[in-house]
C-alpha cells in the first residue's frame, strides 16, 4: 500500500505502476484448472480412480455371449436329433403298416392287440394271430418270421420283436 493512502480503506486500488503480475509459483504442468476432470485422484485423500479397460470388458462380454449361444445351439442340435428319430420311427411305422395293410389278413386287427407277421415263399407277407413259438408240432407253415407287432390307435403298428 502507497504510504499516503488511508489504512481504514481495504479496497484500495493500486496504480499500474504498483500492480506487479502474479506469478503462481507452482510448475504450470503440475496443476489443473479443472481439477475434477483428471483421470486420477487430485488429492492425498481422493478417491482410488482407475481407467475403464474396454477390451477386458469387451473379451468378458464376448466369452459370455459365446458360451450361451453355444448352449442354445447344442440344445437346438438336441431338439433337432430327436425331431429326426421321431420322424425315422413314424417314417418305419408308416412303412409296416403299409406292408401289414397289403399283407393277407384273415380277421379283422383290433387295436393294443398283439399279431405276428410272416413272410410267404413267393414274398408276399401275411399276418397271423400265432407267434413263432406258439405253432407246435407241424412247424410254423411260413418262410419266415418278420416282426411281432401292435396295433396303435392311429392304425399304426408298433414293433415289438
Known amino acids: 500500500m502507497p504510504s499516503g493512502a488511508p489504512k481504514e480503506n481495504m479496497f484500495y486500488k493500486m496504480s499500474k505502476e504498483e500492480q506487479k ?11 489443473a484448472e479443472n481439477p475434477s476432470t483428471l483421470p486420477y485422484a487430485h488429492t492425498v485423500g481422493g478417491s482410488k480412480i482407475t481407467p475403464f479397460d474396454h477390451n477386458k470388458s469387451r473379451s468378458r462380454s464376448l466369452s459370455a455371449m459365446a458360451s450361451q449361444t453355444d448352449m442354445q445351439l447344442q440344445q437346438i442340435k438336441e431338439q433337432i436329433d430327436l425331431l429326426a428319430k421321431q420322424a425315422n420311427a413314424i417314417q418305419q ?8 395293410y397289403a399283407a393277407s389278413i384273415g380277421f379283422k386287427p383290433e387295436i393294443n392287440h398283439i399279431y405276428h ?3 410267404k415263399e413267393d414274398g408276399e407277407y401275411t399276418l397271423s394271430m400265432i407267434g413263432p413259438n406258439e405253432w407246435g408240432a407241424r412247424g410254423c407253415k411260413y418262410e419266415k418270421f418278420v416282426n411281432t407287432v401292435r396295433l396303435l390307435a392311429d392304425h399304426t403298428w408298433d ?3
Open 159 to 161: 414293433i415289438l420283436a
Open 21 to 31: 503480475p502474479f506469478v503462481n509459483p507452482i510448475d504450470k504442468d503440475k496443476i
Open 117 to 119: 407277421l410272416y413272410e
Open 93 to 100: 411305422r408308416k412303412e409296416l403298416a403299409e406292408r401289414i
